[in-house]
């Protein structure tokens, strides 16, 4: 609970929680108790987001409501189980209010579907600035329990303020893969990572160098 309530609070530098907010919500759950987990951040980003509704003429204040929500929907979804049908619906709670948040500030982005086996991989992709580093990419992968959505306040939006390009994915065993489609991990990583690097620079060919990233136990699959 620690570990993964400084997790949360951590992304505080980068827009995806307020330390005010965060410190309340901990102080509504009873450690060890996976219920008053799941109760004190799903309250917290319910409220944030009723609070971004209310944002009608301020459009950055808006989204950084949602995109705040979106990592309070993570943070609640995470401890609880597989078979909970609480767990997918928290999940697109999230998922919604983080592209939400994204469109409410006007940050460009692309949604591209890798070829995976019989199924496709989910990767979002964003566009740098050309004037300075955007023919870079910095592509990320993902964590054992993290989601692709998550890595823009880890690397992607410090990279997007450097003129970098930048993406991330769900990879076999990760976020929308296993949540929605049942793909599990795989020890065959380099194939997965070559069909989402293929797609992305058959659309982006003016991307010319890759920085490859591992988030966790994604820099062991990097």
Excluded: C
């Excluded at 330390?19 to 944030?48: F, H, M, Q």
């Excluded at 204040?61 to 990592?71: C, D, I, M, P, T």
């Excluded at 194939?191 to 060919?205: F, G, I, K, R, T």
């Amino acid at each position: 609970y620690h570990y993964e309530a400084l997790r949360a609070l951590g992304y505080a530098t980068s827009g995806g929680a307020d330390i005010n907010e965060t410190l309340y919500a901990l102080g509504n759950i009873e450690a060890g108790n996976p219920e008053s987990w799941y109760d004190g951040w799903v309250s917290l980003a319910d409220s944030v987001k009723s609070d971004a509704d209310r944002y009608t003429h301020d459009q950055t204040g808006r989204g950084n409501a949602l995109l705040k929500a979106s990592n309070y929907y993570r943070t609640a979804e995470f401890l609880l189980y597989p078979d909970d049908p609480r767990k997918l619906e928290t999940y697109h709670k999230g998922v919604s209010a983080f592209y939400e948040g994204l469109d409410a500030q006007h940050v460009a982005y692309e949604k591209i579907e890798n070829h995976y086996q019989e199924s496709y991989l989910d990767g979002i992709f964003f566009p740098g600035d050309f004037s300075q580093r955007g023919d870079t990419l910095i592509l990320v992968i993902n964590g054992y329990d993290s989601i692709k959505e998550e890595t823009y306040f880890v690397v992607g939006k410090a990279a997007l303020e450097r003129g970098f390009s930048f993406m991330s994915y769900d990879g076999p065993g990760q976020g929308s893969a296993i949540r929605e489609r049942g793909i599990h991990f795989t020890p065959d990583w380099e194939m997965v990572n070559s069909n989402v690097l293929d797609a992305v620079l058959a659309q982006h060919p003016e991307i010319k160098n890759v920085v490859l990233v591992g988030f966790s136990m994604g820099s062991i699959l990097a």
